[in-house]
C-alpha cells in the first residue's frame, strides 16, 4: 500500500485511518489475518532486478546463496564410525536431496572405483557368480522411491532424567531421509544364480574397513529388495554405498548395506556384531529383541520446531513427515492442545509405501502456551505411541526404534521448544 | 501373493531355535515373494515381459574367488580358519593393537568398553563382552572384518585367536589357561547366550 506521492504507508497507518469508518469486527479481522505492524517493503524498480544477470549456463547449478541447508555433525563425529543428520525443517517435499541424505558410516566412507568394484554372490546357489557393475547395469533395472531411516533415529531423547528443550527436529530425528532409489531387485539376482533349497538367510557385506554385515531373512532378498545403483536420478552418493547399496524397504537403514560386495546365501543366521552386540533391543524382564527389522510408524512435526520463534499468532501451517516401514500412512493426526483433542492432518499426494508423506494442519494459534503434537497410524492399525506407552511395553533399555511421539512447546512469545512439558 | 508379517519374524524364529541342528526351514520361502504392503515388505517386483529364464551376465566365480572372499564366521563355527592363541600372548596383542582405542584394561576408551561383566536384570547399562555377546564365535567374524578400525583384517589367525582368547578371559567367561582356537571357540558358552527373543512386533494396534 503506499499513499499517492508513492511513499511507502504502512498497514497500521492505514488501519488508524481508517478504522473510524470499519466496524469493530471487521477491524479484529483484519487484525488477524495481517500483521498489525508490518510494514510494506520497500520494493525494487523492475530495472533493478531485470537488466544485470547473475549469471550464465553452468554445467552443475548451485543452491541460492541465501539457501544454504547442511547436514548437523556433532562434536564427536570427527570419529570414523559416526553420524549426520538431514536438515528436515528445511525441506519442502518428500524428497531429500542427495548431498543432504543422513549418513551413518560404521568405518567412514571408502573410496570406490565403479570400474573396480565388484558384487559376489555365493554360498547355497547352483552358480557362485562375480558381477561388475556394468554387467548389473544391463540387468533390467526398476526405480521405487523408499526412505531409510536409521534404527537410533531420535533415540535416548527422552528419558526419566534428560529431556533436552533446546533441540532440533534435525538432532532429534534427522536420520531419516528418502530418495528415488534405482537398480535391480535382488530377487533377479538370486534367480540368476539359482538358489538352493533349504537356504532361508542371506548375509550381505559391505566394501568399507568395517566390512558391515548383516544376515537378512532369504524372504526379504526374494521380496521387495533392491540391489541400488542410482539416488534421485544420478550414481548413488559414494556416502550412501557407491557405486552399490542394498536396499531393504522398511527396514533399519543398518541392514541396507553400504557398497555391497558379497552376498552368501546360507541356512542360518551369521550373528554378526550388528545383530548381536548392537542393534538389539533390551526388554524388560532381561530380554533382548534381535533382528528388529521393520520401522514402526513414526511422525515429526517440523514447522514450527525449535530454533523457530512464530513471530506472530494467527493463521499458521503445521507442517512434517510421516512414515512407516510396514507400507502406507493412512492417517496423522495433529493436537494443538498438548494431546486433549485431535483433528485428522491434511496427507499430500503421493502416499507411496516405504516412502516419508508430508502432512500439513491449518492452525490459528492464539497466541497461548501451548503444546503440538502429532501422531501417525499405519495401514495395519498401528498408531504412533506416546513415550509412556513405548516405555510400558518395553522398558527404558534401548535407544532403538524411538518412533514415540514428539512434541513442541510453543511459548506465548511464540519461541518453540523440544518436548512434552507436564502436560503429557 | 500376500504371507502374513508373522512369515519373517516366524521363519527368523525357526531358524534360531534350529540353529546348530542340521535342519532347516528354508525350502517354504524359496521362490516366495515377500509379503505384502502394511505386512512389513512389499510383494517382489515382477519381471519385464519375455524376460529369459537367465541373462548370465557377470561371471561364474571360482572357488579361489568365494575362498578369499568369504570372511564370515558362523556360531557354529563355520569359516573359522586353523590356528590357535592363549590368553597370555593375546594380552600382548591387545597391547599392541588395541589399547589405544579400548583402554589399559578393557573399560576405559576412550572407544568402546570391550570388557562388561556387570549383571544384569532389567537392562544393561554397559553391553560388553561378558553380559551382552551372545556368541564367542562373533568376536572372530567381528575383528577379523573391522578390527583393529586403521588396519581391519591385518590380525593372523594366530593373534585373533589370542586375542579373543585375552577378551574372553578377561571378561570372566574362560580361564587362564584356555586355548582359543576352531575347535574350542564355538563351543565357548557365552552368558549371554539365552537372552535375545526374536522380534515379535507385527504392526497393528499392540504397542510391543
Known sequence: ?424 | MRTPALRIAGSAAVVLLLTGCGVDDGTEALGVASSGAGEGAMEGYALPTGAPERFSFGAPASAARVAAWDIDVKPDGEGLPEGSGTVADGERVYMVHCLACHGPTGVEGPYNRVVATDPWEEWPVNRGVGNYWPYATTLYDYIRRAMPQLAPGSLTPDETYAVIAFLLHRNGIIAEDVVMSRETLPAVEMPARGRFVVDDRTGGRTIK
Open chain 1, 1 to 424: 500500500m503506499s499513499s499517492s506521492d508513492g511513499s511507502p504507508l504502512s498497514r497500521r497507518a492505514w488501519l488508524t485511518t481508517t478504522s473510524g469508518v470499519i466496524a469493530a469486527g471487521l477491524l479484529k479481522t483484519q487484525a488477524d489475518a495481517f500483521k498489525l505492524d508490518a510494514q510494506e517493503p520497500p520494493g525494487t524498480s523492475p530495472s533493478e532486478f531485470t537488466a544485470v544477470a547473475d549469471r550464465l549456463v553452468t554445467e552443475v547449478g548451485a543452491r541460492a546463496p541465501g539457501e544454504q541447508p547442511k547436514r548437523y555433525l556433532r562434536a564427536s563425529d570427527a570419529d570414523l564410525s559416526s553420524s549426520s543428520r538431514s536438515p528436515l525443517q528445511d525441506f519442502h517435499g518428500i524428497i531429500t536431496p542427495a548431498d543432504l541424505h543422513f549418513e551413518r558410516h560404521h568405518a567412514g566412507v571408502p573410496a570406490i572405483v565403479k570400474e573396480e568394484h565388484e558384487l559376489l554372490v555365493h554360498g547355497m546357489v547352483e552358480r557362485p557368480m562375480v558381477f561388475r557393475m556394468a554387467e548389473l547395469h544391463r540387468y533390467p533395472s526398476i526405480s521405487q522411491i523408499y526412505f531409510i531411516e536409521c534404527s537410533g533415529n531420535g533415540g535416548g531423547i527422552y528419558s526419566r532424567d534428560r529431556m533436552p528443550t533446546e533441540i532440533s527436529v534435525q538432532q532429534i530425528d534427522g536420520l531419516v531421509s528418502t530418495s528415488e532409489w534405482t537398480g535391480v531387485p535382488l530377487a533377479w539376482i538370486l534367480r540368476e544364480v539359482g538358489v538352493r533349497p533349504g537356504a532361508s538367510w542371506l548375509l550381505a557385506e559391505g566394501a568399507d574397513g568395517a566390512h558391515l554385515a548383516r544376515s537378512i531373512p532369504l524372504e526379504k532378498g526374494m521380496g521387495d529388495a533392491l540391489l541400488a545403483y542410482g539416488q534421485n536420478g544420478e550414481a548413488i552418493r559414494p556416502e550412501q554405498g557407491y557405486p552399490l547399496r542394498l536396499m531393504l524397504p522398511g527396514w533399519e537403514g543398518n541392514t541396507q548395506v553400504k557398497w555391497l560386495r558379497r552376498i552368501e546365501v546360507t541356512d542360518r543366521p551369521t550373528m554378526t556384531r550388528e545383530e548381536t552386540s548392537r542393534y538389539t533391543d533390551p526388554l524388560e524382564g532381561g530380554r533382548a529383541r534381535q533382528f528388529s527389522f521393520v520401522m514402526d510408524a513414526k511422525s515429526v512435526i517440523t514447522f514450527p520446531s525449535y530454533p523457530y520463534v512464530l513471530p506472530d499468532r494467527g493463521w499458521w501451517e503445521i507442517k512434517g513427515l510421516a512414515w512407516t516401514g510396514r507400507g502406507r500412512i493412512t492417517r496423522v493426526e495433529v493436537s494443538t492442545d498438548g494431546g486433549r483433542s485431535w483433528v485428522d492432518a491434511e496427507l499430500q499426494h503421493p502416499i507411496l509405501p516405504m516412502a516419508t508423506v508430508r502432512f500439513r494442519h491449518l492452525w490459528n494459534w492464539d497466541g497461548r502456551e501451548t503444546v503440538i503434537l502429532s501422531r501417525a497410524t499405519d495401514e495395519t492399525g498401528y498408531v504412533q505411541p506416546t513415550v509412556h506407552q513405548l516405555w510400558e511395553a518395553r522398558g527404558e533399555g534401548t535407544a532403538y526404534h524411538q518412533n514415540h511421539q514428539r512434541a513442541w512447546r510453543v511459548a506465548s512469545d511464540g519461541g518453540v521448544t523440544f518436548g512434552l512439558g507436564e502436560l503429557v
